[in-house]
């Protein structure tokens, strides 16, 4: 399938692997002793003393919030979100909603120029990984081509491993991996798209670990944290020319829990000018995300990641090829956390909605 994996993979049943990245993906929901939802109980609050994850056609019982900065005073996020299975035909996707509310959060410096519209990300899983479709982030509406698209450039398989997560068999706390995986992304709405498959792909580096993290709720929850950076070296065992990446984290009881971008020392935002290191400052000032407090990972002898800086007036990293001793500082210039869950309406519908707001093409 012309996808390199670059560094050795893990024996899950011998390590004790973490599940099946499905898991991941989807919001758990709370059962009653009866094994029916629990209406309004979010996973890990005392009351919920059994979970699954929730089907095809299930309303949320609960939502997830980003976390709105102090200027904001309003105790929501001004961003919703519900990670869930939607059936169309005979498929099955994983459905990421941004669903934009009357909280009125300033607008990042790193933001796109559209902040006010709705949308869903698009995730499954195949045999080998768990990857994105099509994203509606913070930053814009993109879609992923993989080379799988010459298989059948009519089918939605074209957007398989266009951006990988991780392994669909989760390795074990505390693994790391990373991959090279060839793909073309298309910004703007997925029925743009040629109906042709792109010429040539750009070949970005993924890299994952799975680690404990504490999040801005507060909560400590395991989690596969996810990088996708622009480009990769050569040989594929590093990040190379990047100058962004895109981070997420992953978890059993949310599904998408956490939303990063960095960008390395030298690289500028192209419409405001402002460098990263600015960004940086102003993205820690908003007071919207916790710090990163992940420790130093290693990704390959070409590729170690430190542990975020100390200082909390922005939030750095540096990454080192300790074989050539090249190394550069990243900053963290955006940042959505999605843990700020809270009870959903008892009329609340947001399966219907999730049913327009992503493109057939998903599904096809």
Known sequence: MGIALLSPQPSFAAQGGSGPISDFMTMDVCLRPDGSVAPGVIPGSPDCKSRRDIRPGEQPPYTLQNFSGPRAGCKGGSIIKVNIPVTKGKNTRITSSTIRTSCGTPAAADDADD???????????????GFIMGSYSPVALSSFESNLCAQNSQSSQRFFRGWVIAPAAVPAAGTTGLGVFPSKLYAGKPSDIPGTCSP?????????????????????????????????????????????????????????????????????????????????????????????????????????????????????????????????????????????????????????????????????
């Open 115 to 129: 902040t006010n519209s709705n949308g869903a990300s698009i995730q499954w899983y195949d045999g080998g990984y």
């Open 200 to 364: 040539r792909y750009n070949k970005g580096l993924t890299t994952w670990a799975v680690s404990d993290f504490t999040f801005k709720s507060n909560r400590k929850l395991l989690s596969i944290v996810s990088s996708h950076y622009s480009r990769s070296s050569e040989d594929g065992t590093g990040p190379g020319e990047a100058m962004q990446v895109e981070q997420t984290y992953w978890t059993r009881e949310f599904g998408l829990s956490r939303w990063e971008k960095w960008a390395r020392e030298e690289w500028v935002h192209p419409r405001s000018k402002l460098p990263a290191v600015e960004l940086a400052q102003k993205m820690a000032a908003a007071g919207r995300c916790s710090r990163p407090g992940l420790g130093p990972m290693t990704y390959s002898n070409a590729m170690q990641v430190s542990a975020t800086s100390p200082d909390d007036s922005l939030y750095s990293r540096v990454i080192t090829d300790p074989q050539t001793g090249e190394k550069h500082t990243w900053y963290m210039t955006l940042c959505e956390d999605y843990t700020n869950a809270a009870p959903a309406g008892a009329s609340a519908d947001y399966v219907a909605p999730m049913q327009k707001l992503a493109d057939d093409l998903y599904w096809r």
